[in-house]
């Protein structure tokens, strides 16, 4: 089984696939790809800006590798894996309030220019859009605003088949937008 787990910045997803990898699953991280690779073209706003066409040739070359290898048991986590089209089983899109995500991204110090980018997102719905545009597996919403405990139960039901009521578009934070506006 492949996943796909993917997420603005600070919705949870190291966290997750640290707890995934202990349940048996090799882990990806196109951050750590990215970076032993030397994959990026620039940096901007203090940030790598991954070369894409580079990365997802590795992504792809690594999933190949490790199936030689008898792993059948993968997740791909990285906020940039909703851009590529990567054969999988199954891609989870975790979400988080924007306001819990505010706080994350601050702890984290994050320029605020990054940090108001990331809301945005968020409140866009980005990652759930380009993994529906790209995934040709089922793509599911898991908020991560809630404890660990109970993202990994919402995150391990739709693993083992049973999270139907996860399917993407029912977390939606497009109304704060709205709101915003109005002020």
Known sequence: MIIILTGVPGTGKDTVAIRLEKMGFVWLSLNNIIKQRKLWTKKEKGCLVADMKGLEKEIRKEISKLRKKGN???IVEGHLACEFRIPADICIVLRTNPETLRKRLEKRKYPKIKTDDNILCEELDYCTQKA?????CPVY??????SILGTLRDVNSIIAGKGKRFRAGWVDWSGRLLQRKRI
Request: aromatic residues 0%; glycine residues 0%.
């Open 141 to 146: 919403e898991v908020r991560t605003d809630k």
């Open 72 to 74: 059948s048991k993968m």
């Open 132 to 136: 529906e545009a790209n995934m040709k």
